[in-house]
């Protein structure tokens, strides 16, 4: 008897109906009682972070501050801790008009008004001013070289200013984690500076991603420690990082020092978000967890590579993922020109920008198995990465074989969220 599995699609599903018998895992993120008082959380943190002092004896009227807050793509409920700190900066001697919202954009768009809205909610928007990075336009200070040769040029509103940092804390494919450091590189630094830290995803040996990097790798992880190096040049004052449960909710808040205060938390979502698996599967389905985590196919491309973990060699991945906005990078699809001339590993050495790495890893993947992405895009765009692109349930059913007899196959409902661990 076969069961119905429904997988969240930009703000609907898709529903599958398939043989439990078939499936080895479903994996979720543990059972996270997500924090039933945000504020009250917020208050506690300020008086007594981690490896910092107290909220109250760094910031002190006089001083003009900017908040760093993360951009529409990584929605992290900031509306709901933001204003208690707004507040506290203002009980502090610190007026509204001394406060500027900087939204670390790094390389992606800016927002609509409406987006700022949603991002920080409405209370704060009509108080606070907010400004989009460019990190082609914006005014830029060069605040110094890493060890590694990066030259640190960032957003002026993060030097000779109070700084603190704010966004989320998830796994990600270059830097281990997001969060933290991230708000500054590539946050708010020039398009060259993002460009020389993250061309530390290539092996500087082989035409492949440095085996260096990767989901939750910190240690010895070149592109993140030059990031570290870098955000310390910068030096913010403080930071406050979420960590988002699968249902939206904020599950953990992490504050005090920009370092130390976020690995706590990348530890904590290791801990929480690592699934481990006993085995690779045939097939695995993974849904993104919908919108916004499946506004694109750049932000989509997370599933994909959490999926690719727990697949077997040649096996198959079947991605639902809207991606109404389609790729997400206006460059995106621009770097198949290179990939079906066989220059694509020497043009992006050449040429690093961030969608064309991620476009780079998800051909990685897609050599690694047979990839079938369920969107909106048009098929024939992702057809040179090896991907086969579908637009109809039906179609990727077929192309997937969801209904082939025996075999094993892993559910990621929450693909992106969800990090498998394959047991040694």
Not at 97 to 109: P, S
Request: aromatic share 6%; glycine share 8%.
């Amino acid at each position: 008897m076969k069961k119905a599995y429904k997988f969240k699609y930009g703000e609907g599903q898709q529903e599958l109906f398939l043989n439990p018998e078939n499936i080895i895992q479903e994996l979720q993120a543990k059972e996270i009682k997500p924090l039933e008082n945000v504020v009250q959380e917020v208050e506690r943190l300020l008086d007594s972070p981690t490896a910092s002092a107290p909220f109250n004896t760094l910031f002190e009227a006089g001083d003009k501050v900017t908040i760093v807050i993360s951009d529409i793509t990584r929605l992290v409920r900031l509306h709901e801790y933001l204003p208690p700190v707004v507040n506290r900066l203002n009980s502090l001697g610190i007026p509204d008009e001394d406060i500027i919202i900087l939204v670390a954009t790094g390389t992606h768009r800016g927002q609509t008004p409406e987006e700022h809205k949603t991002i920080v909610g409405e209370e704060i928007y009509s108080r606070i001013k907010v400004v989009d990075h460019d990190c082609d336009n914006s005014e830029m200070v060069n605040v110094g070289t890493t060890s590694r040769g990066t030259e640190v040029v960032v957003n002026s509103l993060v030097v000779e200013r109070k700084v603190i940092l704010t966004g989320g804390i998830v796994h990600h494919l270059m830097a281990g984690f997001g969060g933290g450091r991230k708000s500054i590189i590539p946050g708010v630094a020039s398009r060259e500076t993002i460009a020389q830290n993250h061309l530390h995803s290539l092996d500087p040996e082989k035409e492949q991603s440095n085996p260096l990097i990767g989901v939750g790798a910190i240690k010895d992880n070149p592109l993140h420690e030059d990031m570290v190096e870098g955000a310390g040049l910068v030096n913010p004052d403080f930071l406050i990082n979420s960590i988002i449960h699968t249902d939206g909710r904020i599950a953990k808040l992490v504050a005090g020092h920009w370092l130390k205060a976020w690995e706590e938390g990348c530890q904590w979502a290791d801990d929480n978000y690592g699934v481990p698996i006993s085995k690779q599967a045939d097939l695995v389905i993974a849904s993104c967890g919908g919108y916004p985590k499946d506004i694109n196919l750049y932000q989509s491309t997370k599933t994909l590579f959490n999926a690719a973990l727990a697949v077997k060699p040649g096996g198959r991945i079947l991605i639902f993922a809207r991606c109404q906005e389609g790729a997400g990078a206006d460059e995106f699809f621009g770097w198949s020109k290179p990939l079906q001339e066989n220059s694509l590993d020497p043009e992006l050495r050449k040429n690093f920008t961030i969608p064309g790495y991620i476009f780079y890893a998800a051909v990685e993947s897609a050599r690694k198995a047979k990839v079938i992405l369920c969107s909106e895009i048009d098929p024939e765009l992702v057809k040179p990465m090896g991907i086969i692109g579908v637009n109809s349930l039906e179609e990727a059913k077929r192309i997937a074989q969801v209904d082939e007899e025996k075999q094993d196959i892993i559910l990621m409902p929450y693909g992106g969220a969800t990090i498998p661990l394959l047991s040694k």
